[in-house]
C-alpha cells in the first residue's frame, strides 16, 4: 500500500514538473510558403516539404535553371538548392498572406548554367518597401566563408493581405538575379517584443518594433550544437554554436546537458528549444580569478545601424537564489547588473530572457557581449552563465538592411509597393540622424583640406582621400617633443640607445608621404591592421618604406600611435623592424616603417600562392623571431612585454630574415618588486595567454605561449583559431597540443614539410613548443631557453642533412661525422639546480646591437645542449 501511495506521489511530482511544456501549445503558423525555385519538383528537406514555385502562382517571369553538380557541403537532400530562378529583369513573386510579422528567409547557391555565370550576378531585394539587399555579389559574400549556400532570413511585419519580394539586377552587362529557395512563414504575434533596453540607459521604452524590419546576424546556442530547423519549436530557425565567437583561450566550462527545462507561462516554447535552454557555458573554475575577469563573445556587425539582442537565460546548475549573480556587458556597457536568474522565476531550469537595442553607429564594427560576476554582491559563486543569444540588424532611416547604399540610378523605392507607411521608430530617426551629421561633418573637413592643402602630382589635382582624425589637436611635432623630453635608460644590462637613432623618431611631413604613396593608392596597400592600412611607398632619396595610416574608426588610436614611436625610437635590434619616421599634421597618425620585401610570415603558411618555405628556413625565422623577443624582454631595464605576437606581426626581409614588428600594445614590464603588470587584456583571437586573459596580470610569459601558438602555426600551415573546422580542431593550440602529447605530432604537419624534417629536430621542437604553451605561465620556459631549444632543434636538423650527405658521398671523402650531446630535457630557471652562467650569442650573431647577458643571470641545463665541436 504505501508502495503504491509513494509510486502516486512520483507520478503527481512528474506532472507537476512538466506541467508548463504540456499546457502550452506548439506554434502553428497561419501562412507557411517553402518554394523550390526553378522546378517542377518538390523537395523534402529536415522532414520539410519545398513546393515548385509554379509561373502565373507566386512569379510571373524567370528562367528556371538547374545543375546536376553535387556539393558536400549542403545539407541533407538539399535537392531544393540544385534549381534556381534566374531574373535578367526587375521580377517579384507575390504571396496572399496574413497580416502580421513574418520570417522571410532566402537561399542562394550560386552555379553555372548556360550563359549565367554566377561571378557576374550582382542584384538587389526588395520587400514591402524594405531594402534587404543592395548590389550583391552572392559569389562575393561566399568567399568570406566556408559555406557553400547562404542563407538570408528577415523579419517584417506585414500590413496588407498581400506581399511582394522584387529582385532588381544590376544595371550591368550580363548582370542577373537569381533565388534558389524561398521561405516565408508567419510569426507568432508575441515572439519579438517592443520593450527592449537601450544598452547604456537601463529602463525598458518602446522603440516601435511594428514599423520596423529585422536581419537575422547571428542566432547561438551557447555551449552546444547546431540546432536544425526541424527541432526548433515550430519556427525552423536553425541555431549554430559559440565557439568560434569567443575572445581568447579562456573558454569557461560548459555544463552537463539538461532537458527537464519547465517553460514558464511568461516564457512560450517557441521563443527558443529546450536544446537551447539546456545548454550553457558558465565561468568555470572561478572562485580562483579575480572578479574583474568576463567571458567575451564578439560578433562582426555593419556600422551605423542599431541591433536588437535577444539574451536567453536558463540556471540548469543551482538551485537555489545567491548561489550566482553577474552582469552583463554590451560594447562595454551595462547591459544587466546583478542578475540571479532565480530572482526573474519561481524555479530552476526555468527560462528566462531579455532584449536590448544596441546602436552601432560608429567606432567598432564588433559587437561585444560580455558576462562576469559583479563585484561585492555576495554571490556564494564567482559565476556567470549564458544559454543563448540572437542578434538583428535593424533598418535605418531610409527602410534599408543593406550595408551599401543603392546603387545610382536605382528606381525609387516607391515604385515597388512601399510597405503601409507605419512610422519609423525613434531609434531608427536617431541612427539616420547621427549617420546624416557625421556624413556632413567629414564632407565639411574634406573639403576645407582639399581648399587649403591640395597638391599636384604628375599634372593632376590629388584628392583628398585621406580622413582625419580627431584623437589629435592637429598640432604637429607634439610627440616628437614628448620623445625629446623622455628619459632614456642606458647603462649595464640596458641596451636603449642615449640618444634617437637614425632609424627612428624623425618627424615626416604629410606632403612627403602623400607623395610617397601617390596619395594613399589602394593599389599600393600591403595589409589591413587593427591600427589601420599599411601602404608601400618611397620617400624623397629614394627609400623603399612601409607607411601605416591610422583609420579614425580603429580601437587602435592615440595611446598605441604614442607607444609605438617611443619604443622603436629607443630600441635597435637586427630582429626588431626599423621605424624611420613618424608623422600627426592635419590630426594624422602615420607611422613609417622599413620595407619587409617578402611581407609578413603568416602569407609564406597559407592562404596565398607564395612560394612554401623549407623546414630550415621555418626554423631560422622562429629562431630570429625569439631573438627578437629575448631581446624586448631582457634589453631594457625592466624589460618590454609585446602582446601581440602572432605570424602576422613578424615581417620578412629580402633575405627572409624575421623581423618582430607592431609594439603598439606593448607594455613595460614589471618592476623588480613585483611579479607582473596587472592590465586590461589586449591581443589577437588564439594567441592569448590564457592565465593573463583569466587574472589580468601580464607578464613575460604571456608572450611566451603567443609565441608557441606561433610555432604550431609554422609547423602545422593553418590558422590559430578556423572555425570552419570541427569543434576539437577549430583551436591550434589545443589541437595540436593533443598530438604532441600523443607523440604523433607529425600527422599534423605541413604536407609540403613531410619527408624534410629530421624526426629529432621535430621532436625537440615539439617538446619546445609543448613547454610554450604550459597553461600555467610559471611552467612555461623563458624566451632566452626556448631560443637555445629552436637552436638545437636546427642544429639537429643541419647535423641530419650533413650525415645524409655524408653518406652519399662517403667514398670519396669519408669526413669524420661528430655526435650530438645526448638530448636533455627543456627546463626553465626554476628547475635549475645550482649556480651556472648564462651563455652570450654565438659570433655569427655578434652585430645584434651587442646582446650581452649579465654575469650573475642564469641559465637552464639545456643550454649545454649546443655544446657541439662541428659549430655552425
Known sequence: MLFRIAALLSIAILLKQYSHVVCQTVWQPKDQFRLNCGTTMN?????????????????TDGIPASTSNQNSLLPANGDFLYSARIFTTPSEYTFSVTPGRHWIRMYFYPFSFQNFDPNWSLFSVLADGYVLLSNVSIVGELKTTSQAYLTMEYSINIASSSFSLYFVPANASNSYAFINALEIESMPDDSLADDAILVGHGEPSQFGLPGIALQTMYRVNVGGQTVSPANDSGEAR????????ILGAATGVIPPY???????????????????????RTMGGSNIINSHFNLTWIFPVDLHFAYYVRLHFCEIVYTSLYQRIFNVYINNQTALSGLDILAKVTAANMPYYADFVAPMLQGDNRLWLQIGPTPNSGAQFK?????????FKINNSEGSLAAVPLPPGFPPIASFQPHSGSQRSSVVVYIGASVGIFAAVAALLASLYFLLFKRTKGGKVMSPAWRSLPLLSGSSGSIGSKLSKASLKSGTGSFVSSAPSNMGGRF???????EATNNFDESLVLGIGGFGKVYKGELFDGTQVAVKRGNPRSEQGFTEFQTEIELLSKLRHRHLVSLIGYCEEHSEMILVYDYMANGPLRGHLYGTDLPSLNWKQRLEICIGSARGLHYLHTGAAQGIIHRDVKTTNILLDENLEAKVSDFGLSKTGPSLDRTHVSTAVKGSFGYLDPEYFRRQQLTEKSDVYSFGVVLMEILCARPAINPTLPRDQCNLADWALYWQKMGKLEEIIDPRLVGQINKDSLRKFGETAEKCLAEQSIDRPAMGDVLWNLEYALQLQETSSERES????LDACNPQLI???VDQPMTDDSETNGPVTHAVESEEHADDTSTVFSDDASISTVFSQLVNTQGR
Open 258 to 280: 539538461n532537458f527537464n527545462i519547465q517553460y514558464p507561462s511568461t516564457v512560450p516554447t517557441y521563443i527558443a528549444p529546450v536544446s537551447v535552454y539546456g545548454t550553457a
Open 508 to 514: 615626416i611631413g604629410f606632403a612627403e608621404l602623400l
Open 819 to 821: 655526435e650530438l650531446p
Open 238 to 245: 536553425t541555431w549554430i554554436p559559440d565557439s568560434s565567437f
Open 383 to 391: 559565476e556567470a552563465i549564458l544559454n543563448g543569444l540572437e542578434i
Open 43 to 59: 523537395a523534402t528537406v529536415y522532414g520539410q516539404v519545398w513546393m515548385e514555385d509554379i509561373e502565373g502562382h507566386f512569379i
Open 806 to 809: 655524408s653518406a652519399v658521398n
